[in-house]
């Protein structure tokens, strides 16, 4: 176990917290970086097309999503359940999953890709520049899902330390081939992508090793056995319903940048600055989430209800005391921020006249991940799916579409009412089961 005794407080809550805190913000430093380099060359297409094509791929790499959060929920409740050969037996089958999706992924993206480009934008430079950056990244598909399970059974062993490491060298891997690719060698969006690959692989083998050196390899005897395709469908089960809500989340982002997309270059760009923000502040309490997963998935794989109802408790406490935070300094910092990413001034001015929205976003949002890191822990992947179907489907289209005359600022107010929405019916739903008696026995 990381820790010799178990118990929930403050201290503890931020112990598992800061390291992912620090690793999630290291992630959006990626298009940060590409945002940065990309906004100072001559021409917006470059960052138009990595805006566009990044959004693609993040749409289809992390509808697999559910290999990290299914992985977690499982190995966080075999943890407090006490049953080492399983936690081992977890990884194997959902490195399995991984890499038959990912061979599968790369074998139908020839026509995934144009296809959904194709709705995205019209024939254009940027439309052509974007499918070539994609087609480059999805090259990386086997290793970002492995490293997708990697970080998932660390947290799930309340080891956020490692996780950490990884995507520090993910990161700055990614930052270092951006600057000699892009800046240096001139490979416009094209070297992003490359920069993007290269950082994935070194990663997974960093991370192999890492998990090479933990005794994963080794065989462990005893514990609850379970048939091999027993576990795999097990996997399958949880990981069907955060598929679908992973896929309902993304299609919102994507349908966002779509219509961005269509309303120009300066817009779509100054979207993908501010949602290059957004993305920042959503990995940032995201921390406290990972820590909910770890710590309620544990108490309820020890069927432990004391210490699942501290664990939600603290971790809401300092999730809601960290958007407070983010909004404050981002109001306080105002929209000189937006010089640092690009010096094309016609997307500086559209990207100042939707900043406020970026402050607004930490608060309205803050519930909706806190809660997800909950019923993650908890396993109730089936009600995390539910209500995200009625976030989008119910608040964000209809909004949408009631304000598709305001333009960009439709898009924005639709955006944070569907975040705001999320935490919302997670939350009724949550304190229904509470009132209930629904949330454990013990």
């Known amino acids: 176990m990381p ?47 990595v805006a566009l094509g990044a959004a693609l791929v993040t749409f289809v790499f992390w ?56 709705v995205m934008a019209e024939p254009s430079p940027v439309r052509d520049l974007a499918l070539s950056y994609c087609q480059i990244r999805m090259l990386a598909g086997p290793a970002t899902l492995f490293n997708y399970v990697l970080v998932g059974w660390f947290v799930g062993r ?39 690959v290269a950082a994935e692989y070194l990663s997974a083998g960093v991370g192999l090793i890492i998990v090479g050196r933990w005794g994963i390899f080794a065989v462990v005897p005893g514990g609850k056995k379970l048939g091999r395709w027993r576990q795999i469908k097990e996997l399958l089960a949880i990981n069907g319903h955060l598929f679908v809500r992973t896929a309902a989340l993304l299609s919102v982002t994507l349908f966002f940048t779509v219509q961005g997309n269509r309303l120009g270059v300066n817009v779509v760009a100054a979207n993908a600055i501010l949602l290059q923000l957004v993305g920042m502040i959503s990995y940032g309490l995201d921390g406290y989430a990972h820590a909910a997963e770890a710590l309620v998935g544990r108490a309820t794989g020890a069927d432990n209800r004391p210490l699942f109802m ?68 908890w396993g109730r992947a089936d009600a995390m799916q539910i209500t995200m179907l009625m976030s989008a489907l119910g608040v964000f289209f209809p909004m949408w579409i009631a304000l598709a005359s305001w333009q960009n600022t439709g898009l924005w107010l639709a955006f944070v009412a569907f975040n705001a929405s999320r935490g919302v019916f997670l939350a009724s739903y949550f304190t229904w089961q509470v009132k209930k008696g629904n949330i454990l026995r013990k």
Request: net charge neutral; proline share 4%; aromatic share 14%.
């Open 3 to 49: 820790v010799k005794t178990w118990d929930v407080n403050h201290r503890y809550v931020w112990q598992l917290a800061w390291p992912m805190i620090v690793s999630n913000l290291s992630t959006p430093m990626l298009g940060l970086v590409d945002t940065a380099i990309l906004g100072h060359l001559p021409q917006a297409d470059y960052l138009a097309a």
């Open 63 to 118: 509808s697999f999503g559910f290999l990290r959060m299914g992985t977690t929920s499982l190995v966080a409740r075999a943890v407090g359940a006490q049953d080492t050969p399983r936690v081992r037996q977890i990884f194997w089958r959902s490195v399995e999953i991984a890499l038959v999706l990912s061979l599968l992924l790369y074998a139908l993206q020839w026509w995934l890709l144009p296809s959904l480009l194709a």
């Open 310 to 377: 501290k664990a939600v408790k603290y971790t809401a406490i300092w999730s809601a005391i960290t958007a407070l935070m983010i909004s404050a300094l981002l109001w306080l910092l105002g929209s000189q921020t937006l010089s640092w990413f690009t010096n094309i001034a016609e997307v500086a001015a559209t990207a100042e006249q939707y900043y406020p929205w970026l402050v607004a976003f930490p608060l309205a949002s803050a519930a909706a991940y806190h809660l997800d890191g909950v019923y993650l822990g």
């Open 158 to 196: 309340q080891n956020t330390l490692l996780p950490l490491a990884l995507m520090l060298v993910l990161n700055c891997a990614n930052i270092v081939f951006d600057v000699i690719l892009v800046w240096w060698l001139g490979w416009g969006s094209d070297g992003a992508a490359w920069a993007s």
